[in-house]
Antibody, heavy 121, light 107 residues
Framework: EVQLLESGGGLVQPGGSLRLSCAASGFTFSNFAMSWVRQAPGRGLEWVSA????????YYADSVKGRFTISRDNSKNRLYLQMSSLGAADTAVYYCAKTEIGGPPGPLDYWGQGTLVTVSS | DIQMTQSPSSLSASVGDRVTITCRASRGISNYLAWYQQKPGKAPKLLIDAASTLQSGVPSRFSGSGSGTDFTLTISSLQPEDVATYYC?????????FGPGTKVDIK
């Protein structure tokens, strides 16, 4: 059974940094691209970033480019999102999601339950 | 970047009704279109990819169609458990843009 479990969310001050982690199990982690998707309170879904199975290719939404860094440790079956220069607009539930097949620009067939990031003073 | 729009933004229908949600891409995306269902307080669930391929375990009352710029998600007979927000998403190239969502509830 595929499982994705996010952690690392919490309250952070504007301008601060935070690292999210996603523990994956139930599939061969290194074979699949992974994404982070966020959802601000009461709002829709926003794709944030994606990473190929090898970790060699990364992709970012314009809204986070230069501030967020996606990475993975295939030996630990973990996905990460390092976030810096955080602002109120980054307040959201952050979901880790697995790409169904192929490269990063694909449908997301499994999702974690999300971790809440709140940016506030 | 390609923009995704959905209509309506919300709808209310009776149990057993046929429900249709429309998604439009600002440029052609072939059939690189997925539909997700998100129930309140839950993570999204992939229902359909490649515009019309139903995921395993998804009830057959759900169906998708379209290609190019215009797509539809149809629920042939609305059930109480279908109350959710539905999102389309274009893929095949980044960014993986989602539509704004359509909230479906029971009248």
């Amino acid at each position: 059974e595929v499982q994705l479990l996010e952690s690392g969310g919490g309250l952070v001050q504007p301008g601060g940094s935070l690292r999210l982690s996603c523990a994956a199990s139930g599939f061969t982690f290194s074979n699949f691209a992974m994404s982070w998707v966020r959802q601000a309170p009461g709002r829709g879904l926003e794709w944030v970033s994606a990473l190929s199975g090898s970790g060699g290719s990364t992709y970012y939404a314009d809204s986070v480019k230069g501030r967020f860094t996606i990475s993975r440790d295939n030996s630990k079956n973990r996905l990460y999102l390092q976030m810096s220069s955080l602002g109120a607009a980054d307040t959201a539930v952050y979901y880790c999601a697995k790409t169904e097949i192929g490269g990063p620009p694909g449908p997301l067939d499994y999702w974690g339950q999300g971790t809440l990031v709140t940016v506030s003073s | 970047d390609i923009q995704m729009t959905q209509s309506p933004s919300s709808l209310s229908a009776s149990v057993g009704d046929r429900v249709t949600i429309t998604c439009r891409a600002s440029r052609g995306i072939s059939n690189y279109l997925a539909w997700y269902q998100q129930k309140p307080g839950k993570a999204p669930k992939l229902l359909i990819d490649a515009a019309s391929t139903l995921q395993s375990g998804v009830p057959s009352r759900f169906s998708g169609s379209g290609s190019g710029t215009d797509f539809t998600l149809t629920i042939s007979s609305l059930q109480p458990e279908d109350v959710a927000t539905y999102y389309c998403q274009k893929y095949g190239s980044v960014p993986l843009t989602f539509g704004p969502g359509t909230k479906v509830d029971i009248k």
